[in-house]
Every structure is written in C-alpha cells, then in structure tokens.
C-alpha cells in the first residue's frame, strides 16, 4: 500500500496571521464597494486634494468645520481599492475630531504603514488597521496615503 504524506500542520500563529488577514481584505472591500462619507459639502469650509499619479488616484476631500472641529468630512474621487476604501475610513475617522487630532490620527496610520506593531494595534486607527498588511507593498503605501494627502492639503488652504 502506498505512503500517504501528510499536509504539514500549520501554527496557530500562521492560521490566526491568515484569517486575519482575509477579514481586513474583506473589511477593505467593504469600504471600496460601500464608502461611508463618498459625497460632498455643498459649502465646504476646507478642501483639499491628493493623487497618486502612478496608480491614477485621485481623492478631493472637503470639511466642514466648527471652530477648528471636523464637523462632517466627505469626499469624492477615484482610484485603486486601498486609496478609496483608505478615504472612506479616514472620513469617518475624523468627523467629530479637532483639525489637530486628525494630524496626529495621520502621523498614528503613517506609523502603522511602516510596519510599526503598535500602531496595528492602536484602537484609535479604528478600520484602518485593515490597511497595516499594506506595509508589505512599498508602492501601495502611496496609494494608502492620498487621502491623508487631501486633508493636509485642506489643512493649508486659508478660508
């Protein structure tokens, strides 16, 4: 009779790492197909834009502001997946935060896109810690940060 090999057992690290990791796929196509704030303001008191030329991404971003506080956040635009499924959590992010707590939510996300394992597992980064396995793929680190392109480029604009 005939040996019959055996699949290697995997760890549970490396079935936890891959269901994981299929959930934030998931996570990242919900946003794509069902972005939450895609629209606009229809008296904007900050807009801004960001691109990507290399993947074509393009994400316009307005706010509308009380005081310095993201009142409501929308955007529009076209792109790859992670830049609009990246615009459409950053959005909802925002809302309620001060101008000043969204720069810091920013620096948190670049932190996590360059591998850091705390920020992947900072609650504050909400959905966009389905974005952390982009720090894998340098050149769609880019295509994660457009929309974080458009709220600094917001953030420059005097009203």
Not at 40 to 67: F, K, M
Not at 73 to 95: K, N, V, Y
Request: a negative charge; proline letters at 4%; glycine letters at 6%.
């Amino acid at each position: 009779m005939a040996e019959v090999e055996e699949a290697p057992v995997q760890p549970l690290e490396a079935l936890t790492s891959m269901a994981s990791s299929s959930l934030h796929q998931e996570l990242i196509l919900q946003h794509y197909r069902n972005s939450r704030k895609r629209g606009a303001i229809e008296s904007p008191d900050l807009e801004g834009c960001g691109t990507n030329p290399v993947c074509g991404d393009e994400i316009r971003l307005q706010l509308q502001l009380d005081g310095d506080r993201i009142v409501t956040a929308r955007f529009q635009g076209h792109g790859c997946s992670i830049s609009q499924a990246a615009a459409s959590m950053m959005a909802q992010l925002i809302e309620g935060l001060t101008l000043a707590d969204a720069a810091t939510l920013h620096e948190r996300f670049v932190q996590l896109l360059r591998g850091d394992r705390a920020a992947a597992s900072d609650a504050l980064l909400g959905d966009l810690r389905a974005l952390a396995g982009v720090a894998r793929f340098p050149a769609r680190t880019r295509c994660a940060l457009v929309p974080w392109d458009a709220l600094v480029s917001a953030k420059e604009v005097t009203r």
